[in-house]
């Protein structure tokens, strides 16, 4: 099974169509992705993987605020939206469903305030809240996480609490990074600056009932043109090896 996480930078725009073939060349069975708003480009691409199959979606879009940024999870699989205490905030930044698939498991959809005067620890700290509650079996927590490690994923903005802060308390309750566990020492930046930094904001964790079933973790910048490329984020593919 494939997991897909993207964010897809300001709803789509005039990349949608693109940006739905892309998808479809990458082949994955769950799709999530980041900035999808209520906007026509973003609509048109949730219509557009409907018919391609993804029939069961979600999303977080305020329908009186359709131009904000939310989520959005659509699956070839039966989904079943999950709500649990001490969620993050905001609403549009967090969203949690169980996959009825044979193997049945649970994904968690984030996208991470870029500013600690937004959010941003508060977010954190209630992530790291519910992991540490988490009681529903196997899960990966996957999305737009706004910062890394110092010095590990490159030098990375506002950063330096996070590995305190985020990892190791996520290690503590069970959930790794099976990139990091993979690729120990690569250097994968998924987002650049204007000023041509780069760093890996693009993240996902699975837990230790999942981790066994982690075949790959890979990122992936996807197709450019003459018209540039489809996201300023790359791709996050992460493969399971579980029962179809």
């Known amino acids: 099974m494939r ?19 892309q998808i479809l060349e990458w082949n994955p069975d769950i799709v999530t992705l980041a900035e999808f708003r209520g906007t026509a480009p973003s609509k048109s691409i949730a219509k ?25 999870l659509a699956s070839r699989y039966e989904l079943a939206a999950i709500c649990v205490s001490s969620a993050p905030e905001p609403d549009l930044y967090w969203l949690l469903a169980q996959v009825r698939s ?8 984030v996208h991470a305030p870029w500013s600690i005067y937004l959010g941003r ?26 910062t890394g490690i110092d010095g590990h994923d490159n030098e990375t903005e506002n950063s330096e609490e996070y590995d305190e802060t985020v990892i190791s308390p996520l290690a503590a309750a069970g959930w790794h990074d099976p ?23 693009d993240q996902t964790f699975v837990n ?3 981790e066994k079933s982690v075949a790959a973790c890979e990122y992936d910048w996807g197709a450019s043109s003459e018209d540039g ?7 996050l593919l992460l ?3 579980l029962a179809d």
């Open 3 to 21: 997991i897909l996480f993207w964010n897809i930078m300001h709803g789509g725009g005039s990349r949608a169509g693109r940006i739905v073939e």
């Open 48 to 72: 557009s993987l409907y018919d391609e199959g993804f029939e069961h979606q979600l999303t977080t879009v305020n329908p009186d605020e359709p131009t904000w940024n939310a989520l959005f």
């Open 102 to 109: 044979e193997q049945s498991f649970h994904i968690g959809v």
């Open 121 to 146: 620890l508060e977010y954190y700290a209630a992530l790291v809240q519910v992991t540490e509650r988490w009681q529903l079996g196997p899960g990966v927590i996957i999305g737009d996480m706004n």
């Open 179 to 201: 990139f990091r566990v993979l690729h120990p020492d690569v250097c994968a930046p998924t987002w650049y600056s204007p000023y041509g930094n780069g760093y890996r904001l």
């Open 208 to 210: 230790d009932e999942l």
């Open 229 to 235: 490329d489809l996201s300023d984020h790359a791709a």
């Open 239 to 241: 493969d399971l090896a």
